[in-house]
C-alpha cells in the first residue's frame, strides 16, 4: 500500500503563493473528502493546517487553503513568508478504517 | 489543555520488542481514537494503526499487522504500543496523535493533538 504522491519540494519568494499536490487513488483521495495537511518543522511534532479537505483549524492563518479536485488534493500557501519554511504533509482516511500520508515536500523560502 | 505524553527513549536489539506509551490527559479518553504514527531518520510519516480507547477495537496498516499491538489502560488514560521482532528498518520516531471530532461529534479522520515523539533505535 504506497504513500500519497507529493513534490518532494517547492519553493518561493516571500509574499509569493506557493501550491503543493497530493496524488491518491480512487482508494483514499478520489474516494472521500477527508484529506488533511500537516506542517512540521525540524524536531517537531506535525500540526495540522488544513481537514477535510478545506477548512482551517483555530488558530491557523488564512493564508492556508486546501482543495481537491479528483484524485489530487492541493495546499495553497499565499502571502509566503520565512515562518512558512517546513516539511508539508497531506494524509488521506482510506479504504478499510486505515489512513495514509503523503511522500512530504520541503518547503523553501527563497 | 489536552496533551499526549509519550514515554522516553528506547533502544533495542534486533528481534527484540518495545513498547512505548501514550498518556492522554485533558479530554475524556474513551471519546477519542489514538492513532500512532512513524518517522524514520530523514524520512516522511508512516501511519501505523489506531485504538478506539472506548472498546479496544483497533485497525492496523497491513505492513505492520502482525507486529504491531495497541491496547489501552483506561483506569491510567494510556495506550501502549507494542512492536515485536524489530529490525533496523524500526529505528525511527514515533508518534502518538489524537483523532479530532467534528462539530457533529463524529470522528473526523485527521490529527489535532500529537504526543512528543519517542525515538526507538534498534542497534546490535
Known amino acids: 500500500q504506497s504513500a500519497l504522491t507529493q513534490p518532494a519540494s517547492v519553493s518561493g519568494s516571500p509574499g509569493q503563493s506557493i501550491t503543493i499536490s497530493c496524488t491518491g487513488t480512487s482508494s483514499d483521495v478520489g474516494a472521500y473528502n477527508y484529506v488533511s495537511w500537516y506542517q512540521q518543522s525540524p524536531g517537531k511534532a506535525p500540526k495540522m493546517m488544513i481537514y477535510d479537505v478545506s477548512n482551517r483549524p483555530s488558530g491557523v492563518s488564512d493564508r492556508f487553503s486546501g482543495s481537491k479536485s479528483g484524485h489530487t488534493a492541493s495546499l495553497t500557501i499565499s502571502g509566503l513568508q520565512a515562518e512558512d519554511e517546513a516539511d508539508y504533509y497531506c494524509?488521506?482516511?482510506?479504504?478499510?478504517?486505515?489512513?495514509?500520508f503523503g511522500t512530504g515536500t520541503k518547503v523553501t523560502v527563497l | 489543555q489536552v496533551q499526549l505524553v509519550q514515554s522516553g527513549a528506547e533502544v533495542k536489539k534486533p528481534g527484540a520488542s518495545v513498547k512505548v506509551f501514550c498518556q492522554a490527559s485533558?479530554?475524556?479518553?474513551?471519546?477519542?481514537?489514538i492513532h500512532w504514527v512513524r518517522q524514520a531518520p530523514g524520512q516522511g510519516l508512516e501511519w501505523m494503526g489506531l485504538?478506539?480507547?472506548?472498546?479496544?477495537?483497533?485497525s492496523y496498516a497491513q505492513k505492520l499487522r502482525g507486529r504491531v499491538t495497541l491496547t489501552r489502560d483506561t483506569s491510567t488514560s494510556t495506550v501502549c504500543m507494542d512492536l515485536s521482532t524489530l529490525t533496523s528498518e524500526d529505528t525511527a520516531v514515533y508518534y502518538c496523535a489524537r483523532e479530532a471530532k467534528n462539530p457533529n461529534g463524529g470522528h473526523s479522520k485527521c490529527f489535532d493533538y500529537w504526543g512528543q515523539g519517542t525515538l526507538v533505535t534498534v542497534s546490535s
Open positions: 485504538i478506539n480507547p472506548f472498546d479496544s477495537s483497533t
Open positions: 485533558g479530554d475524556t479518553f474513551t471519546s477519542y481514537f
Open positions: 494524509s488521506s482516511y482510506r479504504t478499510s478504517s486505515t489512513y495514509v
